[in-house]
């Protein structure tokens, strides 16, 4: 069974999304536990990170453990933010 970490948090400057993205959001992230790698590597931002698209927001995540194969055990969502900023200046 996969456990699914998710912590909210909001700096000072950041809007809260439009109504309806939450849902929309939550039932993307639900997938990830059916199935932890549908999202792509991306090993430029960090070796272990992956994305899933939810227009125009994007979740970065990662799982435990960090394999191609087997079974994962933990599906942490990381950041969930606009995909239209730079991701690699935020980290």
Known sequence: MISCK??????????????????????????????PRMGGRRSDIRPSMRMLIEAPY?????TDPDTEEGPIGTVEIIRIVDGRRDLGGIF
């Open 6 to 35: 998710f912590t909210c948090r909001s700096g000072s400057n950041n809007r809260p999304p439009p109504s309806g993205y939450f849902d929309r959001i939550e039932a993307k992230s639900q997938l990830l536990k059916s199935q």
């Open 58 to 62: 994007v979740l970065l995540y990662r």
